[in-house]
């Protein structure tokens, strides 16, 4: 049997470490702004549970003091304070989810570009086409071997990326009634495809 000596593979998937530094940066990014919206968007549930909770409390006061023209004007004043704040919470929770589209938005092109990068660096590690050419059975397990290196590290920034991304079907929708959101949307499904993974190698060599 033929034997070939791998140590160039194995050099390279050690060196795949590092291969999506660019990648993890820009969603390390992305998570600091997100947890920052979250962290805003906890407060506002809180203080919208904690008004209505005083809106319950005041509601039954003021039946209790309907005898009592002084106290049953007072309360109604309170409940219309809390009414009225009530009102403003549930628009900045509308605000709130806005924000956190925009930050999505704001992230595509970035990420998109980072991905990329790091993707376009994978054949600096190791050049497929020039060691498929003299493959074997030996070769063709240590290529496999870097695919599923390769796959592994993907698909550690992946699940992120659909996740908040990928998964929104609002923000993916392709709407033909605003051509540069379709671009901007279609360009970026087409950076995560699934050939996103595959080796590039002369396809007149088979594996």
Known sequence: MLKIDRSAVDKAIESLGGMFNATNEVLASYEAEKKTLEEREGFLKGKLAQLQKQHATT??????????????????????????????LLSLQDQQKEEFTELKKKYMPII??????????????????????HVTDELKR???????????????????????????SELMNESWDDPNRRRNVLAFKRAFSWERNNLHYDKTIKL
């Open 142 to 168: 240590a290529i496999s071997d870097y695919e599923k290196e390769i796959s592994k590290q993907d698909s550690q920034v992946m699940s992120g990326i659909y996740e908040d991304f990928l998964d929104d």
């Open 59 to 88: 509601l039954i006061d003021r039946e209790v003091a309907k005898d009592n023209p002084s106290d049953y004007i007072y309360l109604s004043t309170q409940l219309t304070k809390v009414d009225e704040e009530v009102k403003i």
């Open 112 to 133: 998109k570009e980072a991905y990329s990068k790091d993707s376009r660096a994978r054949n600096d590690y190791f050049n497929v086409s020039e060691a498929v050419t």
